[in-house]
């Protein structure tokens, strides 16, 4: 698969909060690698047709077609339709980017559609219904203000990712949780200060109390607020963030895997193998090795 990667948005420390990827892939099956990530993810099939696999379970999807993904859900294109070129806008963002200090016009509650929707819920939303075709026009508006970065284009792709969570949540609105109350709201500064901490610090050897101290909370009630704000919890995010900043040093090259360990956080090689596996369901190596296979064909 090929990709056109643009970054958005980022935090005050340059870590990436909002980005937009354009892909296409030539037809044909591949082999099945979990693939999941912090981010929240919302994806538009431009043309063509695809096979997922979201939580191991098939997921036909055809031009048209919205795919709806929550932080660390499992996922991945197992399948491309020789019918017509393949192309798929893709659209991943931190829960922090909608909920952050500074962000009151903007209401984390329609996040619930991405962080409580369950096991039974279908990542498709049809794209014969007026909801998907206009989250896909949106979804082409952003990336056409990112790639254009006209004056201002930074409120325009907020307001019209803020537009796409108001018409996913008139779709879902058996999903949505109750808007946070004011005193969840108050401690929105100290998370978000956490999790500047938790990215400044990534290499570190982090501890919960460490990050619990960074955001002014105790353990218990930070762990709560985290995983209630971001979908998954305090170390599930620690070890995605180490396990995507190692994909990306392996991606670059010049570097062995023990360094790459070392600068993502890890004591020693056997637990960022058994961490990596964890995520990439391979070991660093052959994930290097995949990845030159991969560019070598394209």
């Known amino acids: 698969m090929r990709t056109k990667q643009i970054i958005l948005a980022r935090d005050g420390d340059g870590h990436p909060t909002l980005t ?12 099945y690698i979990e693939h999941h990530h912090t981010q929240l993810e919302i994806s538009a099939v431009v ?53 952050s200090p500074g962000s009151d016009m903007f209401d984390s509650r329609y996040l619930g559609i991405f962080l409580n929707h369950g096991e039974s819920f279908n990542n498709r939303l049809d794209g014969e219904t007026d909801t998907a075709r206009r989250v896909s026009e949106l979804l082409r508006r952003i990336y056409r203000e990112g790639t254009e970065a006209a004056p ?22 058996d999903i949505l949780r109750a808007a ?24 570190s050897d982090l501890t919960l109390d460490d990050i619990a101290k960074a955001a002014g909370m105790s353990r218990s009630y930070f762990s709560t607020v985290f995983k209630r704000m971001n979908g998954i919890s305090v170390w599930r995010y620690v070890n995605g963030k180490r396990i995507e900043r190692a994909m990306r040093y392996l991606d670059e090259g010049g570097r062995t895997v023990t360094e790459i360990a070392t600068l993502c956080g890890f004591s020693n090689i056997a637990n960022f193998n058994r961490s990596f596996r964890m995520i990439a369901r391979q070991s660093p190596s052959e994930f290097r090795r995949s990845r030159e296979a991969r560019d070598r064909q394209t």
């Open 47 to 99: 043309s063509g047709g695809c096979e997922w696999q979201v939580r191991h379970t098939p997921l036909r999807c055809r031009e048209g077609d919205i795919v709806i993904l929550g932080s660390d859900e499992e996922h991945y294109i197992t399948a491309v339709d020789g019918t017509a070129p393949f192309r798929l806008l893709n659209l991943q963002f931190e829960p922090r980017y909608i909920w």
């Open 20 to 31: 937009m990827f354009f892909s296409d892939a030539e037809p044909g099956s591949r082999p």
């Open 180 to 203: 946070p109350d004011r005193e969840q709201r108050r401690y929105l500064q100290q998370l978000d200060e956490a999790m500047s901490y938790i990215n400044r610090n990534i290499s």
């Open 152 to 173: 201002e284009y930074e409120l325009m792709i907020k307001a019209e990712l803020m537009l796409i969570l108001a018409l996913l949540g008139r779709e879902y609105h």
